[in-house]
Each structure stands twice: as structure tokens, then as C-alpha cells.
């Protein structure tokens, strides 16, 4: 399942580039938010030529968009660590709406695959999120950052690890009796607990 859609990359290249040296001032983010405001009304109107999910998975990524957006413009306005690690867990949060929406045009177990998959995903860049926050860390020594680092990565796998096994174990349902057994085998070997 993909979910990293054209603007959520153009949106991530523009927040590596943010620092304390492009913070803005009053009137300009005042004027990038009414700019941000018009560009979701307009994709917002785009989306009413649409039907059914395909409506609502447009209503979606407008709404994340917009998000995105504005944890970003927040971001440039006021540089911190946690403005520019709540602008990653803004991407991550509309990422995942978008593809819950997605999974609404498949049916039964699909569906309920889909979902896991795409919550298994929003995890992931949670954690990256998490990890990349403790590594900008700057007030921490070398030595407490790598161990802060290091307990956010073992963590981040041990929650994908979870993740990614009950999105196989939902897999492995849709298999007849036989193929069954031996997927469930395989995937307690490689997402099961104690692993890692």
C-alpha cells in the first residue's frame, strides 16, 4: 500500500528546509494563513464534482493539506523542535486519514487488512517522528541523546513489530485452513513477540 502522495513530499522537502534564519514576522504569517485558508476552499470546491469515497477521499486530503500546511507555516514562525516535530506528526496524522478513507472502497477482509496496513504505517512515522525529534535535540550531551535515540528506536521496533504482525495475522485469515496455519507460523517467526 502506498500512502505518500506528491504533496506530501513537496511538503516535507519544504519542512527540512525551515530553520531559525526563515522565521517570519507577523504580517507574513498572517498573509500565508489566509493564503493556506483560500487553497483549501479551493481544492475543497474542487472535490464537489466528485462522488461517493472518491469525494471523501478528496475531502481528506484537502483537510490534510491544509494541516500540513499550517503546521508548517508554524513551524517557519516559530522554529522550535516540537513545531517542527508536530508539523512531521501532522503529515503522518493526514496520511492516515487519507488511506483509512481508502480503504472505505474495499469490502470484508480487505477493508479490514487495508486499515491494519495503514495503521501499521502511521506508527512508523510517528516513531521516525519521535526518533528525528530526540536526534535535533540540542541541550542534551552526545552521550544522553545517543541513549535517548537508542530507547526511541527500540521502542519505535517493538510497536511496528506489533503493528506489522497483526496486519499479517489479518491476512493470513483470508487463506484457507492449511495455508492458514503455516502463515500464522510465519508471521509469529518474523513480527512475533521476542523478536528483536
Known sequence: MKLVLPWMVLAAASL???????????????????????????????????????????????RGRKKIALADLHARYAPSDRSIYLAQVARADAAYAVAQEKCEDR????????KKDAKALHVRALEDAEVARIEARMADTPAARDTAVAAARKKAATERRARDYEAARERCKAMQAAARAQCLTDARRVYGPGRG
Open 16 to 62: 527540512a528546509a525551515i530553520s531559525p534564519a526563515l522565521a517570519m514576522d507577523e504580517a507574513g504569517y498572517g498573509a500565508a494563513k489566509a493564503q493556506i485558508g483560500a487553497d483549501y476552499k479551493d481544492h475543497r470546491h474542487r472535490c464537489n464534482d466528485l462522488k461517493a469515497n472518491a469525494r471523501d477521499v478528496c475531502l481528506k486530503e484537502a
Open 107 to 114: 469490502a470484508g477482509q480487505a477493508r479490514t487488512v487495508c
